[in-house]
């Protein structure tokens, strides 16, 4: 399984960023996706994740700023992030996992990781 983030950069609190993770359609398919981040010096933390009957699995500091989206023909994973803080500054990764149970079940599938740089 390889997935590929993208998008990270540096931007002024208040600002937006889109984050892309592009996979195989078998990934694509079998998977469902999720997006985790680590600041340096702590762990790393859920920030999104696909849910079963469609729901989505949100970390607590988002607040409604995030929302994941999925496009199935060019098999790429989305990560839209508004009204971005400071505390927000951290590596962005994509991971494939399950999503049958009442939470995100991660599996060792992950990206290389994108960097998000929220400036004050």
């Known amino acids: 399984v390889q997935l590929q983030a993208s998008g990270g950069g540096l931007v002024q609190a208040g600002g937006s960023l889109r984050l892309s993770c592009a996979t195989s359609?078998?990934?694509?398919?079998?998977?469902?996706m999720a997006w985790y981040r680590q600041a340096p010096g702590k762990k790393r933390e859920l920030v999104a994740a696909?849910?079963?009957?469609?729901?989505?699995h949100y970390g607590d500091f988002v607040k409604g700023r995030f929302g994941i989206s999925r496009d199935n023909a060019n098999n790429t994973f989305y990560l839209q992030m508004d009204s971005l803080e400071p505390e927000d500054t951290a590596v962005y990764y994509c991971n494939a996992g399950d999503s049958a149970g009442t939470y995100y079940m991660p599996y060792n599938y992950w990206g290389q990781g994108t960097q998000v740089t929220v400036s004050s």
């Open positions: 359609r078998s990934t694509f398919t079998m998977y469902a």
């Open positions: 696909e849910g079963s009957y469609g729901r989505t």
